[in-house]
């Protein structure tokens, strides 16, 4: 669960940590949406995607390391439509089941350091496009807290605390102002649509936090493909 899971679900974990950060409340001008515990290891990776919500986020153990695009750069992610599916328990293994009735939602396909440099710039023109500016990279430790605005492209590894072999974080989320900077982002995609950059969108299709138009506040938001974080 990504819907403030550590008030909801584990409230006794949440005696542990700030349940909100002060320059975050009077930056935003309320209190935090949701609160969100992220417990993971190496092997969790998050794909390309974007949130509505202001996002604090902050490292207990381990790293985290984001690679970050601004929200105007929809028209470099090659987003796709694909099936929804869930994980689900089959013959004592965790395999992917298709959504059932089936839906679709906008993913990004692109892995930011991939191992066949040469074949992921042939797959992804635009990402990879040297005359354009490179994603940020940034490294967040232990004690460290990042600022990820609203809407920004976010893929996310994780690196383990040496002792524990885990990676530990919270987020919080804070909702957005739908102002200046989603109008951009619109006009962007639509041009990005026309130009045949991005999918048509079916009106039946589950867009998810990829799609032009935000979701409900309970959306699967952040780091939604893992348990990244």
Known sequence: ?????????????????????SFAAEAFGAPPDAVNLWIGDQRSATTFHKDH????????????????????????MQLGLYPTAQYQ???????????QPASQVLWCPILPEPADAD???LQHPLYFDPSLP?????????GDVLYLPAMWWHYVQQQCDADEGLCVAVNYWYDMRFDSRYATYNLVAAMAEAAG??????????????????????????DSSSSSG
């Not at 328990?89 to 959504?99: D, I, M, N, R, T």
């Not at 490179?134 to 232990?142: D, I, M, N, S, T």
Request: hydrophobic share 35%.
């Open 53 to 76: 919500y202001e996002n604090l986020y902050a490292v207990l153990r381990g790293k985290k390391v984001f690679h970050l695009l601004p929200p105007t750069d929809v028209y470099r």
């Open 197 to 222: 950059l991005l999918p048509a969108m079916p009106e039946a299709a589950d867009t998810d936090t990829s799609s032009r138009e935000p979701a409900s506040n309970d959306d699967s938001g952040d």
């Open 1 to 21: 669960q990504q819907n403030s899971n550590l008030t909801e679900e584990l409230p006794v974990l949440y005696e542990d940590v700030d349940g909100q950060l």
């Open 89 to 99: 328990h089959v013959q004592g293994a965790l395999v992917p089941v298709l959504s």
């Open 119 to 121: 074949s992921a710039r």
């Open 134 to 142: 490179k994603p940020l990279r940034v490294e967040v430790g232990a």
